[in-house]
């Protein structure tokens, strides 16, 4: 429950300082401020999120390890959820017959604070279980945060 606490505490006040921005004239020294991001930690951002969708839709543990920092918690389908269960989740997504046959990400926007980034987009995919085709669209929010050099996914909401 701490976790859920301190993730959602995170996400606000980020959400709350990105949409506030505009409204003060200067923001207090110990905001961190607002960067954007070059082409090439862009392009490393969008692949590590291209990454983590597919390690989960492929039970791939060890991706899901590296790139799932042991605090992270999902927002999905009006519940939360902690690391334990998402990785049970993508088992079970697995085990199901499940796979994912196609995934494109749309309108993305990312706001940076440098090692922090929020990364908004609309997302589509096509899954096949066992023959039976679905497909599920929605929008995300996701938290990367830069570690050791690599962007890891420590939140996400999806609707």
């Not at 389908?77 to 049970?88: F, K, P, Q, S, T």
């Not at 046959?101 to 993305?108: E, K, L």
Request: net charge positive; proline share 3%; glycine share 8%.
């Amino acid at each position: 429950m701490r976790k859920t606490i301190v993730a959602a505490a995170i996400i606000g006040g980020m959400i709350g300082a990105s949409s506030t921005s505009h409204v003060h004239a200067q923001a207090p020294k110990s905001v961190a401020s607002r960067i954007t991001l070059d082409s090439a930690a862009t392009a490393e951002l969008l692949r590590a999120r291209e990454r983590i969708w597919r390690a989960w839709f492929a039970n791939d543990s060890v991706e899901l390890a590296r790139l799932l920092p042991p605090a992270t918690v999902a927002a999905e389908g009006g519940g939360w959820e902690d690391r334990a269960a998402i990785v049970a989740g993508s088992r079970g997504f697995a085990a199901s017959g499940g796979k994912l046959v196609r995934i494109q990400f749309f309108d993305t926007d990312i706001v940076s604070y440098g090692s922090v980034a929020v990364v908004h987009s609309r997302f589509e995919l096509d899954l096949d279980n066992r023959g039976q085709r679905t497909t599920r669209s929605g929008l995300a929010t996701e938290l990367f945060v830069r570690q050791e050099g690599a962007w890891v996914n420590p939140f996400w909401h999806l609707q």
